[in-house]
């Protein structure tokens, strides 16, 4: 059975007013061109909402506003309260700085024995009819 996933599928509809593109932080040559590959559409904001998730206060250049504290609330006894607290941070960071999905679901269950948390973002990009769900695994480290 293949996974198949829908989110992966490019945006190529001429009805699409806006075609979102971003560098690959992969950093991959683009053969024909010698230059480093884009990211289109979905993948782009795929890429987007998870570097928002891991994104703390002041790493971001000229917006020391933007990102959270959640790498902070890693250290913290794993609690039902402090799951509860990280969901809503993921939720409000993706409402106000990521204007191309609308959020549908956070959805993270904590894992006590790799003592992190399992973290499930679904969301629609603009444009695109098809939902997404971003999957990303928060640990802390030293």
Do not use: W
Request: glycine share 4%.
């Amino acid at each position: 059975m293949a996974n198949y996933d829908a989110g992966s599928v490019a945006n190529k509809s001429k009805r699409s007013a806006r075609i979102f593109s971003d560098l690959n932080l992969d950093f991959q040559q683009n053969t024909a061109t010698k230059d480093i590959q884009k990211i289109e559409d979905v993948e782009a904001v795929k890429r987007s909402v998870k570097n928002l998730v891991s994104l703390n206060f002041y790493e971001k250049p000229f917006h020391p506003e933007i990102g959270s504290n959640i790498r902070g609330m890693l250290f913290e006894n794993i609690t039902p309260q402090i799951s509860h607290f990280i969901g809503k941070q993921i939720e409000m960071l993706i409402k106000n700085y990521e204007p191309r999905c609308r959020l549908v679901e956070v959805a993270n269950r904590p894992n006590l024995d790799r003592n992190g948390y399992s973290v499930s973002v679904s969301f629609y990009v603009v444009n695109n009819p098809n939902p997404v769900t971003v999957e990303s695994f928060l640990e802390r480290l030293r």
